[in-house]
């Protein structure tokens, strides 16, 4: 790989930016903690999914698809879960199943490509066992009344990712830490399942995994022990992928092997409605279902999209407008040039897209850049270079996961809503034989009725279009 094809990444651990340099460029790793599936997510669960399908997209282009292994799990065993299907009356296995289908549907309108695993916390149980008995074995952990914890005081380096000390922590310490913990960081690997929740036989009785295990445990499963990247939201920098590095290493031996477990860590910032933190209590929590009713998912893919990726998203309403109309310039465009063949031998790595990318996941410089391209296609003058011009928008436009529909379906709508098509065009065309007739008063009325319903016209010099209004 060429230096101008060099992927950088800001590395949480560390906190600089890195050139990235696989273990293995035919095998290059990726995991993402994904949901727990106990309602539907929510638009801040919606950026992580966007921006590491942009990653696993750059890491294709690198590296070829068949070489990137994307792995992104369902947590399916979980007190919410359990919560939730008691208010629900409903058995637990049927909530989950539920809301994981629901999950994909959101994220599918999204745009995004399915990773290349989903693996499921109860499908890896015996792993999980397993592993805490490893950690049992080397001293890493210890049970104390039925259940089993992490003993972080025996990782030198628990702190690192998120800068922070053992004595800060005992030190910050708000609730009442369990009597049977060594130590106020330790946390839980194992725990006993109470009457009516889901259990499993282990060597400590019958019980279930803490959250914190089974991202490890399905790493070591299905990646590692080590892995390329592992990434996720701002928020599980502490403690859960804190949590992750400390027994992950502790099993395989981080210190006396110098591996990593992870080698370079992604995290996205928070997300923020209208500048406040998104809250059932302040009645601003906006489920990625609900928004998907009255906006496209690339409206919210570009939104999702807009800020650099390591910065907070303050999602408001002025946000999606400026989305939809970025979008609605980007289709004008290729609307107008629909009567022209993409170059099909434009590769998305010759893009401006691509070189925008390559920095750090730089959506925001490489949406720029789409808009250029756009400008580009718009002022071309010979049918080649129109051409180019389109193939090179599509290929960028697809690293972002963008411009994905036809434009006259963007404009107008789902292609099976045959009735309107038809009482728009008939209407057009009544419209037309008013002005040249002269009947302005009646051409008026037409578009004023047109609008009415939603309907826009653009009178241009091949035609009168229309598109629902936005």
Not at 134 to 143: S, W
Not at 403 to 429: M, S, T
Request: negative net charge; aromatic residues 8%.
């Amino acid at each position: 790989m060429s230096a101008s094809r060099t992927l950088t990444l800001h590395n949480t651990l560390g906190g600089r930016d890195e050139p990235f340099v696989p273990q293995d460029p035919e095998r290059v790793t990726l995991y993402v903690c994904g949901p727990t599936v106990y309602n539907r997510v929510h638009i801040g669960n919606g950026r992580p999914v966007v921006v590491f399908d942009v990653l696993f997209r750059v890491l294709r282009e690198l590296y070829g698809p068949d070489h990137v292994v994307y792995a992104r799990n369902i947590t399916d065993v979980d007190d919410k879960i359990n919560k939730a299907a008691a208010d629900n009356g409903e058995p637990i296995a049927a909530l989950t199943e539920r809301f994981t289908r629901a999950f994909h549907e959101d994220i599918a309108e999204l745009g995004t490509l399915e990773p290349t695993l989903e693996p499921r916390a109860t499908e890896h149980i015996q792993p999980m066992i397993e592993l805490i008995e490893r950690l049992i074995e080397r001293g890493h952990a210890y049970v104390a009344d039925d259940h089993v914890l992490f003993d972080v005081t025996s990782y030198p380096e628990y702190g690192a990712l998120s800068g922070r000390s053992l004595e800060d922590m005992q030190a910050g310490a708000r609730v009442e830490v369990a009597e049977y913990k060594r130590h106020a960081g330790d946390f839980v690997l194992w725990k006993p399942a109470a009457a009516g929740e889901p259990g499993w036989e282990s060597p400590w009785g019958t019980g279930r995994p803490g959250w914190h295990l089974e991202c490890t445990a399905m790493i070591r499963s299905h990646l590692g022990p080590m892995i390329d990247i592992h990434g996720g939201g701002h928020d599980l920098v502490f403690p859960h992928h804190e949590n992750e590095i400390a027994q992950g290493c502790a099993a395989e031996g981080c210190q006396e092997h110098g591996t990593h477990y992870a080698r370079y860590w992604v995290h996205n910032g928070h997300l923020t409605i209208d500048g406040e933190k998104m809250s059932k209590s302040l009645g601003n929590f906006q489920l990625l279902h609900d928004l998907l009713r009255h906006y496209p998912g690339e409206v919210l893919r570009l939104a999702l999209l807009s800020r650099h990726y390591r910065a907070p998203l303050n999602f408001s309403e002025e946000t999606l407008a400026q989305a939809r109309n970025s979008l609605n310039g980007l289709y004008r465009v290729l609307r107008d040039a629909a009567d022209i063949e993409p170059d099909p031998l434009v590769a998305a790595a010759e893009t401006p897209v691509f070189a925008a990318l390559l920095d750090d996941l730089n959506t925001p410089a490489a949406i720029t850049a789409l808009h250029r391209m756009s400008d580009a296609l718009a002022t071309a003058t010979d049918n080649a270079q129109r051409a180019r011009r389109k193939g090179e928008l599509l290929s960028g436009a697809g690293l972002l996961g963008l411009l994905q529909q036809d434009p006259a379906a963007w404009f107008q709508g789902d292609a099976g809503d045959h009735e309107l098509a038809a009482w728009v065009e008939e209407r057009i065309v009544a419209r037309q034989a008013a002005r040249k007739d002269r009947d302005f008063a009646t051409a008026d009325a037409i578009r004023d009725e047109l609008t009415a319903n939603g309907i826009e016209l653009e009178d241009t010099p091949d035609g009168t279009r229309w598109q629902r209004a936005t």
